[in-house]
């Protein structure tokens, strides 16, 4: 089981993932993959749990004033805020609309937006996110990026390659490099105003002070401690995130516990990963009749395995927060065992 743990301190990152990565500005950047491949440009990204679960998980980390550049994506892009403070900025030239977001903070980014993002903090800073489907596609990046990334000795291939030249790196013989969008093709690219993707926008507080949610169905006895962001199956902030426009295959959540709390004895037939933001939380699971445990702190990283009868509880002091997300656009029900049942009815 201690496999499917990857802990914070582990992680392994990338310095040239992306074609922006030797960019002034953009350059000091590490892209992480932890649940699959994701978007990376590199082939020699590590990825620490290969296994599809039908979404990926990564991460950046920036140092302050270092950009991610403005880019797009075929599936919903979602990101939670681990560490520093974070400006994300959107539209083609990056100034139809911004917001800044604090530790803890939660936004969701649909299809075809784009998007970029600075460490506006004064520490070095971690975004932790997860975008839909095991093959999210390859990055679309705004004509000026490529442009600004012309000269600095990396080579994006139409096929999604990124071949780095300043170590040796050679473009393969036929192989097509990336040509930028034309305003033909930038015609489907959203305009969204700070007002409409205010919807997508989920603060610390808004999870700490918001009532939870009744769906006995997925969330067994601790349904009102659950608090949607994002995915196809619950309105959030009174919107639906669904459709062409957002493509998750997941849903996430917000689990609320102070100290003690937690969730029965249950399974998924689906994948479930589990993503503390604070607090200590101890996971427990029966094998062969035995009960089993592992503990994650913020920013680990748990994957259940579909079938396991698992629960989780909150074992520090003080109320704390955990990120989950399940797998499908419709998540599976949850189930109990015998007694579980019995002692809820
Ligand atoms: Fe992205």
Not at 166 to 173: K, L, M, S
Request: charged share 20%.
């Amino acid at each position: 089981m201690m496999k499917r743990v990857v802990r914070f301190d582990d992680l392994m990152g990338c310095t040239a993932a992306f074609i922006d990565a030797k960019t002034p500005g953009s350059h000091l950047k590490e892209n992480f993959s932890i649940i699959g491949a994701g978007v990376s440009e590199n082939p020699a990204q590590h990825v620490h749990i290969t296994e599809p679960h039908g979404f990926t998980f990564g991460g950046a980390r920036q140092p302050p004033f270092i950009k991610n550049s403005l880019h797009s994506h075929e599936t919903a892009e979602t990101f939670w805020v681990h560490s520093s403070k974070w400006r994300f900025y959107w539209g083609l030239n990056g100034t139809d609309g911004e917001a800044v977001l604090e530790p803890g903070d939660f936004i969701s980014l649909p299809t075809y937006l784009f998007r970029g993002f600075e460490n506006v903090g004064e520490v070095k800073g971690m975004l932790l996110g997860y975008l839909g489907s095991d093959n999210p596609g390859k990055v679309t990046w705004a004509p000026q990026v490529l442009e600004a990334a012309r000269g600095h000795g990396l080579v994006l291939l139409s096929d999604g390659r990124l071949i780095d030249t300043t170590i040796g790196e050679t473009v393969p013989e036929g192989a097509q490099e990336t040509q930028p969008l034309t305003p033909a093709q930038l015609e489907k690219f959203k305009k969204l105003t700070a007002e409409e993707m205010e919807p997508f926008i989920i603060r610390l507080s808004d999870i700490k002070e918001r009532s939870g949610i009744t769906d006995e169905n997925v969330w067994p006895g601790f349904a009102e401690r659950i608090y949607p962001l994002a995915g196809p199956y619950y309105p959030i902030k009174g919107q639906c995130q669904g459709g062409d426009d957002w493509y998750f295959n997941f849903n996430l959540v917000a689990v609320k516990g102070g100290p003690n709390q937690g969730s029965p004895l249950y399974c998924r037939d689906v994948p479930e990963v589990f993503n503390p933001f604070d607090g200590t939380w101890q996971f427990s699971w029966l094998d062969a009749g035995k009960e089993h445990s592992l503990v994650l702190k913020a920013g680990d990283t748990f994957t259940c395995p579909v079938g396991v009868y698992r629960s989780f509880k909150n074992i520090g002091s003080e109320e704390a927060v955990m990120y989950v997300i399940v797998g499908g656009d419709v998540p599976a029900p949850a189930r109990l065992t015998q007694e579980q049942t019995a002692t809820l009815t």
